[in-house]
């Protein structure tokens, strides 16, 4: 039985998950299989909404309540599947599908367990994924949900990407992606910058979100939120200092455009970045960890540096290119289809 895939998200900037649901709507369309997102509601998220447009991805919104979305999904033909993403719809989409006897695919990205109602939320979407087809990016994650499959992150190769690397010069290039909160570590990031000069480090962040305002930003050049193709011209080497992950979409795209990993060995990065393999492994999240990583990248040989930039690629190649992806989601696909669907 051929199916469509909608995937559900609350979504009010552009993270790991917004850029997970595009790469996941580019797979599926390669495989000729219909899918669109739903929103809960409309947070005004223009840049992500612009990135559908552009990737002709179709997307609506439910209005920010839960009758709407119901309705929504008592609308869709059983032929249509229905995969959450983020905490907020996992809960309503596992509630609303559950109240109309259909199964719930959830795949689970944070790996934070954050604080007061954050916390509270993340508790009740793992309680509640006993109702769900789970998938989990991280191995760590899916150990704390029930019945979770890994399902690793994935992208659309880059067979463009810039083949000069500046890290066998200085001033490198060191960049920082991603949503500035506390569990991405952008202060450590800063710190760090402080402690260099500009004649051989220059320091660039990238992204937005509720630390921006309380940064001091001096040290760095800072970009804001960007489209991907913005990004990786400007940098040698990406910085990923969290305190928290799971497999963050921006490691396997820097990887893919020839711009070196320096990684905290958090959530499923420690099984991905080889340290002087394919990239460098800090000892922690600490801002001593970045600096002592930085200053060894500067000693090592342009050999060493082209040598993991070579490794980290063949790896994306091999392993997060998709098509393993696929397999997993079409065989969960399938399994969610009703065995006996009424006419729709």
């Given at each position: 039985m051929k199916y469509s895939v909608i995937l559900f998200v609350d979504s009010s900037i552009i993270g790991g998950i917004e850029s997970?649901?595009?790469?996941?709507?580019?797979?599926?369309?390669?495989?000729?299989?219909?899918?669109?997102?739903?929103?809960?509601?409309?947070?005004?998220?223009i840049a992500f909404y612009n990135r559908?447009?552009?990737?002709?991805?179709?997307?609506?919104?439910?209005?920010?309540?839960?009758?709407?979305?119901?309705?929504?999904?008592?609308?869709?033909?059983?032929?249509?599947?229905?995969?959450?993403?983020?905490?907020?719809?996992?809960?309503?989409?596992?509630?609303?599908?559950l109240m109309q006897n259909r199964r719930c695919i959830s795949t689970y990205h944070a790996g934070e367990q954050g604080q007061g109602l954050v916390y509270l939320y993340n508790r009740l979407d793992k309680l509640l994924s006993y109702f769900s087809f789970n998938f989990a990016v991280s191995d760590i994650l899916s150990?704390?949900?029930?019945?979770?499959?890994?399902?690793?992150n994935f992208i659309s190769l880059n067979n463009k990407s810039k083949h000069s690397?500046?890290?066998?010069r200085e001033p490198i290039n060191v960049g920082f992606v991603g949503r500035l909160s506390y569990e991405k570590a952008p202060d450590i990031f800063i710190e760090t910058a402080k402690q260099?000069?500009?004649?051989?480090?220059?320091?660039?962040?990238?992204?937005?979100g509720p630390m921006a305002s309380e940064?001091?930003?001096?040290?760095i050049t800072y970009h804001g939120q960007c489209e991907p193709e913005q990004i990786w011209p400007h940098l040698d080497v990406l910085v990923v200092c969290s305190r928290a992950e799971g497999l963050p979409m921006v490691v396997l795209e820097a990887m893919s455009n020839g711009v070196l990993v320096i990684s905290a060995p958090v959530g499923q990065l420690v099984k991905?970045?080889?340290h002087l393999k394919n990239g460098?492994?800090?000892?922690?999240?600490?801002t001593d960890a970045l600096v002592n990583q930085l200053n060894y990248l500067r000693s090592l040989s342009a050999e060493q540096k082209r040598n993991m930039l070579k490794n980290a690629k063949q790896l994306v190649e091999q392993r997060f290119s998709g098509k393993q992806q696929f397999e997993q989601l079409n065989k969960a696909y399938t399994a969610s289809l009703p065995a006996f669907p009424p006419n729709s």
């Open positions: 997970h649901i595009i790469a996941l709507c580019n797979l599926l369309e390669q495989y000729n299989i219909k899918s669109s997102v739903l929103f809960y509601q409309d947070h005004n998220n559908l447009d552009n990737a002709n991805i179709d997307y609506q919104f439910a209005g920010g309540c839960f009758l709407g979305l119901y309705k929504i999904i008592k609308g869709l033909p059983s032929s249509s599947l229905l995969h959450t993403h983020g905490y907020k719809a996992s809960i309503l989409g596992k509630l609303a599908c150990k704390q949900i029930y019945k979770a499959e890994l399902l690793e690397i500046n890290i066998e260099f000069s500009s004649e051989y480090l220059n320091f660039h962040m990238f992204g937005d940064l001091d930003l001096t040290a991905i970045i080889e460098l492994l800090m000892t922690d999240s600490s």
